[in-house]
């Protein structure tokens, strides 16, 4: 086994799971999920079937990934987010055939207690503050905050804020990376 699952967890048969991902306490991997390489998984996290985690994902405590979502590589999970698969539940209706897509594009942040209404897409390298609820797709290194959420600015693959000057562009204090703010789209251009 390249992997590591404490044994407190439950791995069911017919999952893929990479080369050094971790499975800490008390977390429930159902068969046919598929989770790369390099993952850390947290206490208390359930991976339901069908879901695709991408490589280098990391799921805090108590993050509970339906049927239906997709996450990049290098995607972040906040301790407690929330997501969902159908938008109307009943207890006494099955929707089990309407459940709807979520893609968490590479890099994306979710923050602590955010919740993601399925059916959207996050984009690369977004960043979703704690306790926001995301009821649209979101574009590319958007920030987003509040409920409903609202976008607030534009985040660096590193995580921090950009600035953009006159000439629309923006340099990550931390990588030197320049970015384009170009009709309400941002990219890396060096």
């Known amino acids: ?14 999952c893929e799971i990479g080369e050094g991902t971790k499975i800490w306490h008390f977390s429930h991997v159902m068969s046919g999920a598929k989770i790369g390489n390099n993952c850390n998984l947290g206490q208390n996290v359930v991976v339901s079937p069908k879901v695709v985690l991408g490589n280098n994902v990391r799921v805090q405590n108590n993050v509970s990934i339906y049927e239906g979502v997709i996450c990049e590589d290098d995607v972040f999970l906040g301790p ?6 159908v938008i109307n539940p009943r207890s006494a209706v099955s929707r089990k055939d ?3 897509k979520t893609l968490i ?3 994306a942040s979710i923050g602590a207690n955010a ?7 996050i984009g690369e390298f977004a960043f979703v503050g704690a306790g926001a609820v ?17 976008q607030k600015g534009w985040m660096s693959e590193y995580g921090h804020k950009l600035n953009f000057n006159s000439e629309n562009t923006a340099i990550c204090p931390e990588s030197k990376q320049e970015y384009l703010l170009e009709n309400n789209v941002v990219k890396r251009i060096r």
Request: with cysteine; glycine share 8%; hydrophobic share 35%.
């Open 1 to 14: 086994m390249s992997y590591y699952v404490h044994p407190s967890s439950i791995i069911d048969e017919n």
């Open 115 to 121: 919740t993601i209404v399925c059916g959207n897409t």
């Open 134 to 150: 995301v009821t649209k797709d979101i574009p590319a290194f958007a920030l987003i905050v509040g409920n409903p959420g609202r």
């Open 105 to 107: 594009k590479k890099g």
């Open 80 to 85: 407690s987010m929330v997501l969902t698969n």
């Open 98 to 100: 309407q459940y709807k």
